[in-house]
């Protein structure tokens, strides 16, 4: 696995005014080949590749009027234009909306370093193309002091490193690769349920506080809103006319604001992430978590900013990457799940339950702290989610299947062949000719919201008002790996005696899932159903 590296560099005045140029150099290549990708779109021409137009960049080097761009390293605007042309595929692919501008005022300072010449120390690392002179006193410019002894390893292989500007510092993140992990963990599972009260409750009793109600935060956010005050009276003070004109004592005071968030930014993640490692510390066997609706919490106007402070999405996005560096299994709830409506003993459900009602109690007798009782029915959730997974097949063959849809992906293969379907599906010739024509309708022109069934005595996967449609189970396997669609478990629940499964498939998302085998299970009913979006 790779894991990216994160450390702040401490630049004398002339190495910072040397990051600044290479810097704004990388945006002016990345401006120049987006403007020339546009220019050729526009002129009915085709695609130009990056190659392209480095060549053309190279000879534009040469010229007396942009000479200035051989002080700067041939590799970060050679890094620049192919960010661009990246940027400019991505929208035709409809991965992501059209590429913008970098403008100075706006766009964040960045510039790439070649991951072969870059070299680090133990304090040091050395930037290429600082100092053009090979004499030792000279050289020095190109070492910039790291913030952090010993944090990034000497003399290993290193992948994008990326030098950024955040208003305040400079950072390098580098990316490392280490060993995977193979010991899989064994102990209980744990049901984290998310709040505002309390940031985290856990299913074995652990409550993590909210960060924000502490007097450091609170001291800090009273100095936040003061100086925001004060800035705006400045504001108002030099008015001139219908325009705002901004002082020096207003720049002074905005970069006191930039510094004042970053300190309270830094707070709350620090804070992520002594919770989220030490949860992940106690080796569960799974962490399940509820998929919650944040944009809709945020229309509440009494609650959003508490919820914006709580950085729910941060602390899933934690959760799930130290998980997989450990071989954790991350369940994520249906957003639809009662969590705290219902009961953990009785199993029913208090459709009334208010917000306002911290302790619950149902008839049954049962007597307990809601956000507890939610972390409880999480963890039964992620039990029946991972029994349903050991169930399916083994874990050589998940691994299997997933290193071969990653290999499908990095090749950048979209549709499947008849030898790829004969040769990983395991059906006859006579099977999987005649079935051909259905996993090309499932997988490429299936409209959203069409809806599958399983049957469990036939092992065929029938769209609902189309009886005479079928396909095997081994055939959607393949066509699930072949054509790089994700299958990312939804939800499973009880309802009354059957246990029903829904299955989410989501196009062109950057993780390979695990669960593609969960359709090879035969606890299924006639009735259980798997919608394709």
């Not at 290193?403 to 790829?420: G, M, N, V």
């Not at 090879?520 to 159903?529: G, H, L, P």
Request: aromatic share 10%; net charge positive.
């Amino acid at each position: 696995m790779i894991k990216t590296i994160r450390v702040m560099l401490i630049p004398n005045n002339k190495q910072n005014t040397k990051l600044f140029r290479y810097a704004n150099t990388a945006r002016f290549a990345y401006n120049w080949a987006l403007g020339r990708e546009k220019e050729n779109y526009k002129n009915g021409g085709k695609f130009l590749s990056d190659s392209d137009l480095r060549k053309e960049f190279t000879q534009l080097k040469k010229t007396e009027e942009y000479s200035w761009l051989n002080e700067v390293s041939n590799n970060v605007t050679k890094q620049a234009i192919k960010d661009a042309c990246h940027a400019y595929k991505r929208f035709f692919k409809g991965c992501s909306k059209f590429p913008k501008f970098k403008s100075r005022k706006f766009s964040i300072p960045s510039f790439y370093q070649d991951n072969v010449k870059i070299q680090f120390s133990d304090t040091h690392v050395k930037i290429e193309g600082f100092a053009a002179s090979k004499k030792k006193n000279k050289q020095k410019i190109n070492w910039i002091r790291l913030a952090e002894k010993n944090r990034i390893p000497v003399n290993c292989k290193y992948s994008n490193p990326r030098m950024k500007y955040d208003g305040i510092n400079w950072w390098i993140t580098v990316g490392i690769e280490y060993e995977d992990s193979v010991t899989v963990p064994s102990n209980d599972g744990i049901g984290i349920d998310l709040g505002i009260k309390d940031l985290a409750i856990c299913s074995d009793g652990n409550k993590y506080k909210n960060i924000n109600k502490t007097k450091k935060v609170k001291k800090l956010e009273k100095q936040k809103r003061r100086l925001q005050r004060s800035i705006s009276r400045s504001y108002e003070n030099n008015k001139q006319g219908k325009e705002y004109c901004k002082t020096k004592n207003v720049i002074k005071k905005e970069k006191l604001l930039l510094i004042l968030n970053h300190r309270l930014t830094n707070i709350r993640h620090d804070h992520l992430h002594h919770i989220t490692s030490e949860i992940v510390k106690r080796e569960p066997s799974f962490i399940c978590i509820e998929d919650l609706n944040v944009k809709g919490m945020m229309k509440n106007r009494h609650l959003s900013k508490a919820v914006q402070q709580q950085g729910f999405y941060e602390f899933r996005r934690q959760m799930e990457y130290k998980s997989k560096w450990n071989n954790i299994q991350v369940i994520i709830a249906d957003r639809f799940f009662p969590s705290s409506k219902l009961c953990s003993c009785c199993g029913k459900i208090k459709k009334d339950l208010k917000l306002s009602e911290r302790i619950y109690k149902c008839e049954c007798g049962n007597v307990i702290d809601r956000d507890l009782q939610a972390a409880l029915n999480l963890k039964k959730y992620g039990e029946d989610v991972a029994k349903a997974f050991l169930e399916s097949a083994n874990t050589n063959d998940r691994y299997e299947w997933a290193r071969k849809a990653e290999c499908l992906r990095e090749s950048k293969k979209r549709y499947i062949t008849f030898s790829d379907i004969q040769k990983n599906s395991g059906l006859e010739t006579t099977e999987w000719k005649r079935e051909y024509d259905f996993v090309n309708q499932l997988v490429h022109a299936s409209p959203q919201g069409t809806m599958f069934r399983l049957g469990e005595r036939t092992g065929k996967v029938t769209p609902v008002g189309k009886t005479d449609w079928g396909m095997s189970i081994s055939t959607i396997h393949a066509a699930i790996s072949l054509s790089q669609i994700t299958v990312d478990f939804f939800t499973i629940f009880h309802h009354g005696d059957s246990l029903i499964a829904a299955m989410t498939l989501h196009k062109w998302v950057e993780k390979i899932s695990e669960y593609c085998d969960e359709v090879e299970r035969n606890c299924f009913s006639d009735d259980d159903y798997f919608e394709y979006i």
